[in-house]
C-alpha cells in the first residue's frame, strides 16, 4: 500500500488542522492505520492509531483529549483531526499502515507516507 499524507501547515497556538492520509490499494480496510509525529532533534513517537473497522482507536497521553483519529474505508483515507495546537506539537506528522490492529510501536508499521509538516506558532 502506498500511503500520501497531506494538510499539514502553519498555525497559531490554539488553532486547528485536519491531516488527510490517502491510500491506494484495494486492501485499504485490512490495514490498522496510525499516526506518528518526529519534531526536529527527536525520535518518532506515536500520536493515535485506529483499528481496521474504525471502532477502536489508541492515543498517546500528549494527543488524548485534542486530537481525534478517524477513518473512511470507501474514500481509502484516515485523517487526523487536531485541535488545541500547541507550539510543542510542531513537527512532521506521518501517516502508517500495520497488519495489527491499535499498535504503537514504529516496527510495527509495514508502511509509512512521506510526512507533513506541522509548525505551531505561539
Known amino acids: 500500500v502506498q500511503l500520501q499524507a497531506s494538510g499539514g501547515g502553519l498555525v497559531q497556538a490554539g488553532g486547528s488542522l485536519r491531516l488527510s492520509c490517502a491510500a491506494s490499494?484495494?486492501?485499504?480496510?485490512?490495514?490498522?492505520m496510525g499516526w506518528f509525529r518526529q519534531a526536529p532533534g527527536k525520535e518518532r513517537e506515536f500520536v493515535a492509531a485506529?483499528?481496521?473497522?474504525?471502532?477502536?482507536?489508541s492515543y498517546a497521553d500528549s494527543a488524548k483529549g485534542r486530537f481525534t483519529i478517524s477513518r473512511d474505508n470507501a474514500k481509502n483515507t484516515v485523517y487526523l483531526q487536531m485541535n488545541s495546537l500547541k507550539p510543542e506539537d510542531t513537527a512532521v506528522y506521518y501517516c502508517a499502515a500495520s497488519h495489527l490492529e491499535l499498535v504503537d510501536t514504529t516496527s510495527r508499521y509495514a508502511y509509512w507516507g512521506q510526512g507533513t509538516l506541522v509548525t505551531v506558532s505561539s
Open positions: 485506529i483499528s481496521w473497522s474504525g471502532a477502536g482507536t
Open positions: 490499494g484495494r486492501t485499504f480496510s485490512t490495514y490498522g
